[in-house]
Nanobody
Framework: QVQLVESGGGLVQAGGSLRLSCAASGRTFSSYAMGWFRQAPGKERDFVAT????????YYASSVAGRFTISRDNAKNTVYLQMNSLKPEDTAVYYCAADRTVVAGRTAYDYAYWGQGTQVTVSS
């Protein structure tokens, strides 16, 4: 099993940047594909980005492609989400997710482990 703890959320003006971090427990972090999802009030949890266990493969939702970058440091058991050019519609609770597989999917059902979430608020 793996436990996930997100950090780095906060309040930022439109056009600004934030970097989210997700620290994972356990010795087998490099065996897990990782993902980021977000959920706005009253909406479903949406896919944001995913990265393979080696970091060699990434995929983004069209709404964030070119603005967000997912990366990982297996030596630090941490996955990151660099968010640039933020927009008010990026406001949501952001969740880190993990699944013990080489490349995970793009739906919440593809991930077995979840963090508690971190709030990102983008003001206009």
């Amino acid at each position: 099993q793996v436990q996930l703890v997100e950090s780095g959320g906060g309040l930022v003006q439109a056009g600004g940047s934030l970097r989210l971090s997700c620290a994972a427990s356990g010795r087998t972090f490099s065996s897990y594909a990782m993902g980021w999802f977000r959920q706005a009030p009253g909406k479903e949890r949406d896919f944001v980005a995913t990265i393979s266990w080696s970091g060699g493969s990434t995929y983004y939702a069209s709404s964030v492609a070119g603005r967000f970058t997912i990366s990982r440091d297996n030596a630090k058991n941490t996955v990151y989400l660099q968010m640039n050019s933020l927009k008010p519609e990026d406001t949501a609770v952001y969740y880190c997710a993990a699944d013990r597989t080489v490349v995970a999917g793009r739906t919440a059902y593809d991930y077995a482990y979840w963090g508690q979430g971190t709030q990102v608020t983008v003001s206009s």
